[in-house]
């Protein structure tokens, strides 16, 4: 029987324990409903952002390529880890299996990365469209489109495939508490017992070569738009430049900042709340403001709604 538990304590057979936000939570209730609303919302607005882009012609441009491949990402992104949590909060359950813990860790890595690159793609897109117009038709055809959303959901997908078999054959001890809503590396490593510092040196390194990459591309693209919408003599030019650009600034800083805190700052920096706190941020809340900052902002999905609404009523 001894031996059973020690095998159970050792190794991927147990299950683990997702402490979640609702133990410390005053108001578990309300904080559910409150999650479900936001979650309710993101699937819809980047579900509505995806049929508008899908059928109107005029959004049939690199840029709204890119952001429905964004919003696929959100909309696949926060449905890995919220139905999990709600659900076990609805019945009671906050035990995941090592299988389901893999999984869950894969596909949020997968698609983190994922959004990591096509950031950076977009802002070439941006560069291109801005700096170098006159060749934007022939340097962002669709196949190259293609090309970089592959590349992009392919990179990703590496990460994912790197990062998840190691972390989840490390032997854990103890009463597996994942001080977390869902499987996160950082969390699920301080549950192993063996000596993960090697490990954590690499997965730093492998985070800083992802983000430094994009982060230069992201950079240098923006600098030279700058440079460019400064020599501009249109005053409209110069107003819609700026419309496109803040927009992906502001998602780039949103999801960048979030990373940069999750995977590259000392572990002195974290604490089990702050670290929960920055993971609601990303997975939960940018999904839901992505929708919002492309759509809102831009009158040409504004217009692809309205005449869309506009059929529906005269129908």
Not at 205 to 216: A, D, F, R, T
Not at 250 to 270: D, E, K, N, Q, R
Request: glycine share 4%.
């Amino acid at each position: 029987m001894a031996n059973t538990t020690w095998m159970a304590n050792h190794t991927g057979w147990s299950d683990f324990i997702l402490m979640g936000l609702f133990r410390r939570s005053k108001h578990p209730a309300l904080l559910c409903v409150v999650i479900f609303v936001v979650f309710l919302m993101a699937l819809s607005g980047n579900a509505v952002l995806i049929l508008l882009i899908h059928s109107d012609s005029h959004l049939h441009t690199p840029m709204y390529f890119f952001i429905s491949q964004l919003s696929l990402m959100d909309m696949v992104y926060i449905s890995v880890t919220v139905p999990k949590m709600l659900l076990d909060q609805v019945m009671g359950v906050n035990k995941i299996s090592a299988p389901e813990c893999g999984m869950q860790m894969f596909l949020y890595l997968t698609l983190a990365g994922s959004e990591v690159f096509l950031l950076a793609a977009m802002a070439y897109d941006r560069y291109v469209a801005i700096c170098r117009p006159l060749r934007y038709p022939v340097l962002m055809t669709h196949r190259v489109c293609l090309f970089l959303a592959s590349g992009c959901w392919f990179l990703g997908s590496v990460d994912g495939f790197m990062l998840t078999p190691i972390t989840m054959t490390f032997p854990f001890c103890g009463p597996r508490e994942i001080h977390h809503f869902f499987c996160e590396v950082p969390a699920v490593l301080k549950l192993s017992c063996s000596d993960t510092s090697l490990y954590e040196t690499l997965m730093y390194l492998c985070c800083v070569l992802m983000l430094l990459i994009p982060v230069m591309i992201i950079s240098s693209s923006y600098l030279l738009i700058l440079l460019t919408i400064h020599r501009m003599n249109s005053a409209e030019g110069r107003r819609k430049a700026f419309a496109t650009c803040s927009s992906h600034l502001t998602v780039v800083v949103l999801f960048y900042g979030a990373a940069i805190y999750t995977y590259m700052l000392p572990s002195s920096y974290h604490t089990p709340e702050k670290d929960m706190m920055v993971s609601v941020f990303y997975t939960i809340l940018t999904p839901v403001l992505n929708p919002l900052i492309y759509g809102l902002r831009n009158k040409d999905v504004m217009g692809a709604l309205k005449k869309m609404l506009t059929v529906r009523n005269v129908l």
